[in-house]
């Protein structure tokens, strides 16, 4: 009977609340786990999120004497939580059961709010107040300036000179000067009407010697039909069909590159006289003309020397 009543007591009675079970795994090992499994660094979140490095590293490694305050760590927690991929409320709860913090402190915690107050930066303003006055002292300084007559127009402006009205009967001349500028106007028609007696006579100047010696001209002649060409002067490429009939001049002071399609059809004239290139394919021919002669290229050296610029 005793044990009967012991029994309902303990059933009827005051209920002891258990222990909170501590979890099975950190809050912090769950959020280094997945940090880690993402590849990423704490400086990385740390950078996203605009928080502390420091405090990301102290609740990984559940160092909780190196936290701020609980409204700053539920932050923290629900950020990095969040940034993860993580669900918040149950990273929170997590942390608070690990803490062991029953569950009606845990919600009197949550119902904490953290009010963080942003003080403006008055000293912004200071610049915009500068140039109010800089620009009240510029208008004043203006406008005392302009009375006092110390601005000016940057010329005199010109002055309107009106003749007298003509006599009844008389009509002024249309093309008439005033009396100080009639020496003007005839200097004007005499510099414009009158040229120079030798203007026409003197003879352009003669090339310069150096330019004559110095510069090679080779000229492409096509015999039948056309020919495809390409010709490097002094490096510049140019590259088109020649036609019978229409020879092609260039000019270089180094060498000239030349690429024909039917080489048998084309007559080389080098400064006025026949060039022959021989040893040369009567098909498609590659060579260098430079002044000592005519050089024969094989055409894998041309397509290696002129590589990107033959298309």
């Known amino acids: 009977m005793t044990d009967s009543t012991g029994a309902n007591g303990s059933e009827n009675g005051t209920q002891h609340e258990a222990p909170q079970q501590q ?3 950190k809050v912090g090992d769950i959020l280094r786990k997945e940090r880690v499994t993402r590849r990423i660094t704490v400086e990385t979140i740390a950078k996203d999120l605009k928080l502390n490095a420091a405090y ?11 936290l701020p305050a609980d409204p700053y760590v539920r932050v923290y927690l629900r950020s990095i939580a969040g940034y993860l991929g993580l669900e918040p409320e149950h990273i929170l709860r997590t942390f608070y059961e690990e803490r062991g913090v029953r569950v009606p402190t ?12 942003v003080k403006k930066d008055r000293g912004s303003r200071v610049p915009w107040i500068v140039v109010g006055v800089i620009v009240a002292v510029l208008a004043m300084l203006s406008y005392i300036a302009n009375r006092a007559g110390w601005l000016s127009t940057a010329g005199p402006s010109p002055t309107t000179v009106q003749e007298p009205p003509a006599e009844p009967g008389e009509s002024a001349p249309a093309d008439s000067f005033p009396a100080a500028d009639e ?8 510099d414009t009407l009158e040229p120079a007696a030798d203007a026409e006579e003197a003879p352009s100047p003669p090339p310069e010697a150096s330019d004559a010696r110095d510069t090679m001209r080779l000229t492409l002649s096509v015999t039948k039909d056309s020919v495809w060409a390409q010709v490097f002067s002094d490096g510049e490429s140019w590259r088109n ?26 007559r080389y004239t080098l400064n006025g006289s026949r060039l022959t290139v021989k040893k040369a394919p ?8 430079d002044r000592d002669g005519a050089t024969v290229w094989s055409l894998p050296t041309w397509n290696r020397v002129f590589k990107g610029r033959l298309e």
Do not use: C, W
């Open 106 to 117: 845990y919600n009197e915690e949550r119902a904490t709010k953290l009010t963080i107050t």
């Open 282 to 289: 009567k098909g498609v021919a590659v060579f260098k003309i």
């Open 241 to 266: 069909f020649i036609y019978a009939g229409s020879p092609r001049s260039f000019t270089a002071v180094d060498s000239f590159n030349v690429h024909v399609g039917h080489h048998a059809r084309v």
């Open 56 to 66: 990301i590293k102290a609740l990984e490694a559940s160092d909780y004497d190196r």
């Open 183 to 190: 020496e003007i106007a005839d200097s004007l028609e005499a």
């Open 23 to 25: 979890p099975a795994e």
